[in-house]
């Protein structure tokens, strides 16, 4: 194969890539912006609605472990495509969903399409070199930006059209999606099928130093992203009195949208300064943001701070995959993908329902903030005193 050819095809498939996982981002995420709108339909509580938009990100991170598994033996083409596929389903169902139970069972299996990620990620990490992973995934990584086009799009559409409208035009994406990887898409050349059973190759992949410690780093950035990404608009309504439908769901489509771009920047930082450097200064980020925003300060005080902390948190899950990229072997990408991407979604999911608890007791949200400096803080320690001084990570048993 030619450069010319072969930079021609990481291109092609990057794009594809990208694009696929936008769209499937964007189904991930219907439920959050219409989580104000299904409260008032049906009366439900906070925690009610804390649960209703955690369902699918708990979904869509246990998947990621079965995806990022089956796309290391059946290659990121064909997965991407059925998943896709699969995912019209769910979405379908939930626009004519009229009750909790129903909205309930929508998201569990709309949570497919959050583990698309896991496909992604070894899909395009098997076209690229290692000094070239960090950037190439972190450009991956900004289809992240499907959440912000919920966040803006979502709403919108519900209220010009109906309520079902958004859920039928991601279904059409996502046909489009799923087609256009059978027909243009085509895995990286040379890329071997993994022959070992699941179970053997989930094991090998779990072990790995390398993935407990990114799992336990991707946790807190990708899931602190993924928290105020759906839980946002909620927590602006209640400590800001702002509206949801307009001004709260744009400033958290614009702390996911941040959060998105700075995230190829931290891989390319990554592949540059080392990827232990850029996760400290970024946990670092988070732990002062996090504390600032916790005291509820005037809202241009509260807007900078959110802010602050997105682009930091897509500084730190660019590096978590450049490092990933490097470290573990080519024909367990996918596996490990799946451990540390499932650890990133869980991060997500929990918090969400701790914040509905703690407001629905305290009626404030400064606890929830506090924990997660603290829990920042702890990863930064160990980010800079263990992770730092080893200069690189390495695959280690």
């Not at 995420?29 to 049906?42: D, H, I």
């Not at 649960?51 to 033996?73: E, K």
């Not at 780093?217 to 946002?232: K, M, N, R, W």
């Amino acid at each position: 194969m030619t450069t010319h050819t072969a930079t021609a095809g990481r291109s092609h498939a990057l794009v594809l890539a990208t694009a696929g996982f936008a769209v499937n981002f964007w189904a991930w995420a219907l439920l959050s912006p219409l989580g104000p709108t299904y409260k008032e339909l049906l009366g439900l509580s906070p925690l009610e609605v804390s649960i209703l938009v955690a369902v699918p990100v708990i979904v869509g991170s246990l998947g990621r472990i079965v995806l990022g598994a089956l796309t290391d033996r059946y290659g990121g083409r064909l997965m991407f495509a059925v998943a896709s596929l699969l995912g019209v389903v769910p979405t379908v169902f939930l626009a004519f969903a009229q009750s909790y139970p129903a909205l309930l069972v929508g998201g569990l299996v709309l949570g497919l399409t959050g583990a698309t990620f896991a496909i992604g990620v070894p899909y395009v990490n098997a076209w690229f070199p290692p000094e070239r992973r960090g950037l190439a995934l972190g450009i991956f990584g900004m289809g992240n930006i499907g959440t912000a086009i919920s966040g803006f799009a979502t709403p919108q559409i519900a209220t010009s059209f109906g309520r079902p409208a958004p859920f039928f035009v991601v279904a059409a994406a996502l046909v489009l999606v799923g087609l256009a990887f059978l027909a243009i898409g085509r895995d990286a050349p040379g890329t071997q099928p993994a022959t070992e059973p699941f179970l053997t190759r989930f094991l090998a992949a779990a072990r790995l130093r390398t993935t407990r410690e990114l799992a336990g780093l991707y946790a807190l950035t990708f899931g602190g992203f993924v928290a105020f990404g759906v839980y946002l608009p909620l927590y602006l309504k209640a400590a800001y009195g702002l509206t949801t439908t307009t001004d709260a769901a744009a400033r958290a489509a614009g702390f996911v949208l941040l959060a998105t771009l700075a995230r190829p920047l931290g891989g390319w930082l990554a592949d540059r300064a080392g990827g232990e450097r850029v996760l400290s200064a970024a946990l670092g980020s988070v732990v002062v943001c996090a504390i600032t925003v916790s005291f509820a300060p005037v809202m241009p005080l509260a807007t900078t701070g959110f802010l602050a902390m997105a682009a930091a948190l897509g500084l730190g899950n660019g590096a978590v995959f450049a490092l990933l990229g490097r470290a573990v072997p080519g024909r367990m990408v996918g596996s490990a993908t799946g451990v540390v991407g499932a650890a990133g979604g869980l991060g997500g999911f929990l918090p969400p329902i701790v914040m509905g608890l703690i407001f629905q007791a305290t009626g404030s949200y400064a606890v929830g903030l506090m924990l997660l400096a603290t829990m920042a803080f702890g990863a930064f320690v160990y980010c800079w005193f263990i992770l730092r001084t080893r200069q690189q990570i390495q695959p280690l048993t």
